[in-house]
């Protein structure tokens, strides 16, 4: 037999072989493609984690790559422990899997004593009495809860983007921030009393984990050094997520080393406001010269009648999605199609929502596996109170996670002093006997509020116990060994009721019925998103929202406030699902004349385009096309720089609202150059060549090192 049949026939070919087996083709390709850099654009419910396991697991059971070596960071504790579970169980437990705070702070903890010969400060739990002193010696109101939450916000923003005190008014003018209550010279202030505070208490902030990071291995060489000698392989998972402060860690942890896999979405970034960048995603071709990007479009999660709409929202039909994200294509059965209504008022909206979902659990979904998703917390209470009234089990999820909570640190640590008594005991008598000393019993306590809460905190613990008890863990040693384990991968339980959330923390979430309310303008988009750049952060805010459903999607909205006059109108995203009624204003036919001229209709509502600026770009100007903003600067860039070699203004090369539709269209040949309005072949001979080179990617200085100089025939305006 030869040295290759062995190695085919070898028990780590034949486990890799398993590993692989699952995977759909384009799966498969992103698990075989070791080394880097690599990209990979995983759309909403294409399997991107199960892909990235397996790619690590291929790499190590190939010998590509050292188990120890590897490092896959991801954002939240909850994805770090799903990562780190699936790798175990695909058997390679030895991979880091962390967030990178918890990647940062690990490496801080090691080397700081090394080389500061003191201690790491403690790292302060909550920032917010922090940050109300600052504001209190700025002579702000340190008791207005709702100034300092928006305070420490900015706070962070700033120091996730790199902003320091001293640059904020400049800089956040630039990026359109502001602080009700609060002018910019004003935060700058308190951001640098802030860290004067902290200075005198000791502490650090969650976000200086990073920031001395990057200090250390940046002004140390030889912490850099260490690290990377340990640390060779990198995986980022939701790339679309990294902040500069994050981008700068990451590329400190690389040093020259380009063996980087990362993943996301850009048509799921719904985080600038903490300072996330997508263009580090949409952007890492360049970043990274000669990078593999590929692609996962096939979604596993939802019926095609709900991908059907999700498409519709980001990418409309005869739009290339080059540049950006994905058109999914859905691999489920058909379903029901998805359902929308319409609402005199929020109370209206409320009733008829708990009516749905008691039509769908009495058709057979599980209360756990129905969610009502909407955008900001204040409309919680109205579906609550509908909920309570309809008898609907239901939970509020919340950004404190379930094993930080007060009453379940206080449960886990009365069953761990239980597992140290008596190891040997029943695990369920244990248990009832432990929450019953703090207040659980096996019957809910009457109304809602706190002790409601609570008591289905301690009843989530109670099922999980049972649940361990089931598969296998009958003492209580061996259950709570089990819960260690879940505590350490932030598996919390699913509790048996509706899950209430915004959108935002939905992400990365999952449910067989989902109904997203309050989608109307005001709210989807949200009224302070007045930027283009901000309105399609809502529009993808709420395609996350529709892609969180396998089977049963409904949206709805109301046309009034619960005891107010007044007229809303259903969200600009909604297009044709909101009705043609809704749209009256916008598709009425122009006045007959004597010169009929043909109607342009808009490619997101449908309905009549009057401006020429709206015909140009194909949409109204509040009916916003996703469009990648840096293709757009890079446009404007080579513009300028035919103007000046021309002697022309700029707007006679092409005019803004031309550029707008070529960033928005991204053609890639001649015929898609003639499909924008404005640009003629006469355009097209003369920039076509340029312009189809900057979209495909190539940097704006060699296009125009290599532009023609000007011809006798002078360009006119487009």
């Not at 379903?335 to 929020?346: H, L, M, Q, R, S």
Request: with cysteine; glycine share 10%; net charge neutral.
């Amino acid at each position: 037999m030869t040295s290759q049949s062995s190695a085919s026939a070898s028990p780590s070919a034949e486990l890799d072989e398993s590993v692989l087996a699952g995977l759909d083709p384009e799966q498969r390709l992103v698990a075989t493609t070791v080394g880097g850099p690599v990209a990979v654009i995983a759309g909403a419910g294409t399997g991107k984690t199960r892909a990235i396991t397996h790619r690590i697991v291929h790499a190590v059971l190939t010998g590509q790559q050292r188990a120890g070596a590897i490092l896959a960071v991801t954002f939240t504790t909850r994805a770090a422990g799903e990562m780190r579970a699936r790798l175990r169980s695909l058997g390679a437990p030895r991979v880091q899997a962390r967030t990178f705070h918890s990647a940062a702070l690990r490496q801080l903890r090691y080397f700081w004593p090394r080389v500061t010969g003191a201690e790491l400060p403690e790292i302060a739990g909550s920032t917010y009495g922090l940050v109300a002193e600052a504001a209190s010696r700025e002579r702000l109101r340190s008791a207005d809860t709702a100034l300092v939450r928006d305070l420490a916000g900015e706070i962070g923003w700033a120091k996730s983007t790199n902003v320091l005190p001293a640059d904020y008014p400049v800089l956040a003018a630039r990026a359109g921030r502001a602080v009700a209550g609060a002018d910019p010279e004003t935060v700058a202030r308190v951001a640098a009393e802030y860290e004067r505070v902290k200075s005198r208490r000791g502490v650090m902030d969650y976000d200086d984990i990073l920031l001395c990071a990057v200090a250390l291995m940046h002004e140390h060489p030889e912490v850099a050094q260490e690290f990377r000698s340990g640390y060779r392989h990198f995986v980022v998972d939701e790339y679309q997520d990294v902040s500069p402060l994050q981008h700068a860690m990451l590329t400190q942890w690389l040093g020259e080393g380009r063996d980087l896999c990362v993943v996301g979405d850009p048509d799921q970034a719904i985080h600038s406001f903490a300072g996330a960048d997508p263009r580090f995603l949409t952007g890492f071709a360049r970043e990274f010269p000669g990078a593999t990007v590929l692609r996962l479009d096939r979604n596993y999660r939802s019926t095609p009648q709900i991908i059907g709409v999700a498409n519709d929202l980001l990418h409309p039909p005869g739009r290339a999605a080059v540049g950006r994200g994905v058109v999914l294509r859905p691999m489920r059965p058909e379903g029901p199609a998805v359902g929308t209504a319409e609402c005199a008022d929020e109370d209206e909206e409320a009733s008829r929502l708990s009516a749905w979902l008691v039509d769908r659990h009495r058709a057979g979904a599980p209360w756990s596996q129905m969610a009502v998703l909407y955008r900001v917390n204040a409309q919680s209470p109205a579906v609550e109170a509908a909920l309570a009234q309809a008898r609907v089990p239901y939970q509020v999820r919340g950004a404190e996670r379930f094993y930080e909570r007060a009453e379940i640190r206080a449960a886990l640590t009365g069953l761990r002093a239980a597992a140290g008594s008596d190891p040997q005991t029943p695990a369920l008598e244990a248990s009832d006997r432990v929450l019953g000393s703090l207040g659980w019993a096996p019957e809910p306590p009457a109304g809602q509020g706190r002790v409601r809460e609570r008591w289905e905190s301690w009843q989530a613990l109670h099922d999980l116990v049972a649940d361990l008890v089931e598969a296998g863990a009958a003492t209580m040693a061996q259950a709570v060994a089990g819960l260690e384990q879940r505590v350490a991968d932030q598996q919390a339980p699913v509790a048996d009721g509706v899950t209430l959330s915004t959108l935002h923390s939905a992400k990365g979430l999952e449910w067989d019925a989902v109904a997203l309310i309050g989608v109307q303008e005001g709210l989807l988009p949200f009224s302070l998103a007045r930027s283009p750049r901000e309105i399609a952060e809502e529009r993808r805010l709420l395609y996350v929202g529709i892609t969180r459903a396998r089977h049963d999607l409904r949206l709805s909205w109301a046309t009034g406030a619960t005891g107010r006059r007044g007229r809303r109108r259903p969200s600009r995203f909604l297009g044709g699902l909101a009705g043609t009624g809704e749209r009256a204003d916008r598709a009425a036919e122009p006045a007959p004349g004597p010169r009929r001229r043909r109607v342009v209709h808009c490619v997101v509502c449908g309905g009549a385009l009057g401006r020429a600026v709206e015909i140009k770009l194909g949409h109204h100007a509040e009916c916003e096309v996703p469009f990648d903003e840096g293709l757009l600067e890079r446009l404007k860039a080579w513009r300028l720089g035919v103007a000046k070699r021309q002697s022309v203004p700029a707007f006679v090369v092409f005019t803004d609202a031309t550029l707008m539709a070529l960033a928005q269209a991204e053609p890639s040949d001649e015929r898609g150059l003639l499909e924008i309005r404005g640009i003629g072949r006469s355009k097209a001979r003369r920039y076509g060549q340029d312009v189809l080179a900057i979209i495909g990617g190539l940097d704006v200085d060699e296009v125009l090192a290599g532009a023609r100089a000007p011809g006798d025939d002078q360009p006119s305006g487009g």
